[in-house]
């Protein structure tokens, strides 16, 4: 998974992951790396290795076109990796199907107004890139221990799924676009009425940002519209792990 001479954006900071991929994408060649951050910073840049990491705030998003070296020389972004954060505390008991309706109207416009937003101030630098340009969008579920997902978590990666691929037609064959739907799990998971399980495998920082780094790589220039579901099985109990020692 190259990113030879290529520009990328990192939009967002879902559980760390943000720095997490852009540190990756330059170690694997990658000219410019852009990390726009939630809070309102100052624009700072600084050399890693060959690569070049600039941080700015969401604020400065819609003007990177003038703002980035790299980009005015070019006219381009080549991958746009956009990381949603849906936090889910999951279903209490006894809960009632009625006050989940305002959370889940929520949940679902925050997603697709913030993707909205980020594709349409980069849409026509992606446009730009050759032989195409790639968005990932990267939801990145946070939930608590032995819940069952909420209907607001649920609609909110649903709504995720459904833009991606609306957008992969959209913007087909100039650009491709896919997703990596993963899971944050804090605690033990209740694999069943009777049992709890751990993933007995923690996964490594490299595991967790692995597809969304595949599907912005060249490696799937042939998949547009897909979605990676990437959370160890975690609702199957793990059940991949408990057969086999990790080396």
Same mark, same amino acid.
């Given at each position: 998974?190259?990113? +030879?001479?290529?520009?990328?954006?990192?939009?967002?900071?879902?559980?760390?992951?943000?720095?997490?991929?852009?540190?990756?994408?330059l170690r694997r060649g990658a000219r410019t790396v852009i990390s726009v951050e939630e809070r309102t910073v100052a624009s700072r840049a600084r050399q890693r290795g060959d690569g070049e990491l600039i941080?700015?705030s969401h604020d400065a998003l819609d003007g990177i076109r003038h703002s980035v070296d790299s980009i005015r020389q070019s006219g381009r972004i080549d991958v746009l990796i956009n990381l949603v954060s849906?936090?889910?505390?999951?279903?209490?008991?006894?809960?009632?199907?009625?006050?989940?309706?305002?959370?889940?109207?929520?949940?679902?416009?925050?997603?697709?107004?913030?993707?909205?937003?980020?594709?349409?101030?980069?849409?026509?630098?992606?446009?730009?890139?050759?032989?195409?340009?790639?968005?990932?969008?990267?939801?990145?579920?946070?939930?608590?221990?032995?819940?069952?997902?909420?209907?607001?978590?649920?609609?909110?990666?649903?709504?995720?799924?459904?833009?991606?691929?609306?957008?992969?037609?959209?913007?087909?064959?100039?650009?491709?676009?896919?997703?990596?739907?993963?899971?944050?799990?804090?605690?033990?998971?209740?694999?069943?009425?009777?049992?709890?399980?751990?993933?007995?495998?923690?996964?490594?920082?490299?595991?967790?940002?692995?597809?969304?780094?595949?599907?912005?790589?060249?490696?799937?220039? +042939?998949?547009?519209?897909?979605?990676?579901?990437?959370?160890?099985?975690?609702?199957?109990?793990?059940?991949?792990?408990?057969? +086999?020692?990790?080396?």
């Amino acid at each position: 998974m190259e990113f +030879h001479d290529l520009i990328v954006l990192v939009c967002g900071s879902a559980n760390a992951l943000g720095p997490v991929i852009a540190d990756s994408t330059l170690r694997r060649g990658a000219r410019t790396v852009i990390s726009v951050e939630e809070r309102t910073v100052a624009s700072r840049a600084r050399q890693r290795g060959d690569g070049e990491l600039i941080c700015i705030s969401h604020d400065a998003l819609d003007g990177i076109r003038h703002s980035v070296d790299s980009i005015r020389q070019s006219g381009r972004i080549d991958v746009l990796i956009n990381l949603v954060s849906i936090a889910d505390r999951g279903v209490p008991s006894g809960s009632s199907e009625e006050s989940n309706g305002p959370r889940l109207s929520t949940a679902c416009e925050s997603v697709v107004s913030r993707t909205c937003r980020v594709v349409d101030a980069t849409r026509e630098l992606l446009l730009k890139s050759r032989p195409c340009g790639a968005i990932v969008n990267v939801g990145w579920l946070a939930t608590s221990e032995g819940a069952a997902m909420s209907p607001a978590a649920a609609a909110a990666l649903d709504c995720l799924k459904a833009l991606t691929r609306a957008l992969a037609k959209e913007l087909a064959p100039y650009v491709r676009v896919n997703a990596v739907l993963s899971e944050e799990v804090a605690g033990p998971i209740q694999a069943s009425s009777a049992t709890t399980t751990e993933c007995p495998f923690p996964p490594l920082q490299e595991e967790r940002v692995g597809p969304a780094l595949f599907l912005a790589s060249p490696a799937a220039r +042939h998949m547009t519209g897909s979605v990676l579901v990437a959370n160890a099985g975690r609702r199957l109990g793990f059940a991949a792990f408990q057969s +086999h020692d990790r080396q």
